[in-house]
């Protein structure tokens, strides 16, 4: 063992300590809070394909929103747990889905966007692109899957790029809401939101345009990131 392991080997055993402690483990009773991650770029970033107010009451107030949802339903589960009054149990559910799922999603979908000069219109990297031949022929077949999907999403919803660890598929598939429609054992890799919050206030009910913008600001290192992860790459 060097001396980095060995610091290492102390700093978790420490910590295993402290959260051995009573005090944590009360802590560790309580339910874990959820917050707002921090845009990677300004809000004027993403222009002049999505512009910056849309970014900006995106992302400080719909996933804000987002993120107290889930934190709310998550408390109200776990006194419910505690007082065992499960009156409301399926309310909560509920909402704990919804709001967990565009936490979610709207997590990844500030990742999966990058400005345009830096990558947005950039290249697909090699094993992303390979992938994306191998499961739907070109990567332009692809891209017009994707672009029918988000268009023809009935009412709020997602457009998602999934990869299915079990066999090394992709597959393309419409969320409804945050979270409808989703089957099991996928991990969604790249989205594109098609809420109306996502474009209204520059491209009105112009859905197509604003989809067809989109793919200027799409983060394709980060896609490709996701899709190896998933992978366990
Ligand atoms: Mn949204």
Redesign the pocket.
């Known amino acids: 063992m060097n001396r980095r392991e060995f610091v290492e080997l102390g700093l978790a055993a420490s910590a295993s300590l402290v959260t051995l402690s009573p005090a944590a483990i009360a802590n560790d009773e309580k339910p874990k809070t959820h917050t707002l991650p921090p845009l990677p770029y300004a809000y004027d970033a993403l222009e002049p394909y999505i512009d910056a107010k849309t970014m900006e009451l ?1 992302h400080s107030k ?1 996933h804000q929103a987002y993120v107290d949802g889930l934190n709310k339903a998550e408390a109200e589960l776990a006194k419910a747990r505690s007082s065992g009054d499960y009156a409301t149990i399926e309310y909560w559910s509920k909402k704990a889905a919804f709001n967990g799922g565009g936490h979610f999603l ?1 997590s990844m979908f500030w990742q999966i966007m990058a400005p345009p000069a830096k990558g947005g219109s950039g290249k697909i990297p090699p094993r992303l692109e390979k992938a994306l031949v191998e499961n739907f022929g070109t990567v332009e077949a692809f891209r017009k899957h994707f672009s029918a999907a988000a268009a023809a999403v009935e009412g709020s919803g997602w457009a998602l790029l999934h990869c299915r660890p079990t066999d090394g598929r992709l597959l393309i598939l419409q969320a409804e809401n945050q979270h409808k429609l989703t089957p099991w054992g996928v991990v969604p890799i790249m989205g594109i ?1 098609v ?1 109306e ?2 474009y209204y206030l520059k491209y009105q009910n112009r859905r197509a345009e604003y989809i067809n913008a989109w793919w200027n600001v799409v983060n394709w290192e980060k896609v490709e990131d996701n899709y190896l992860r998933s992978l366990g790459q």
């Open positions: 995106h719909h709207h939101d809420w919050h996502a």
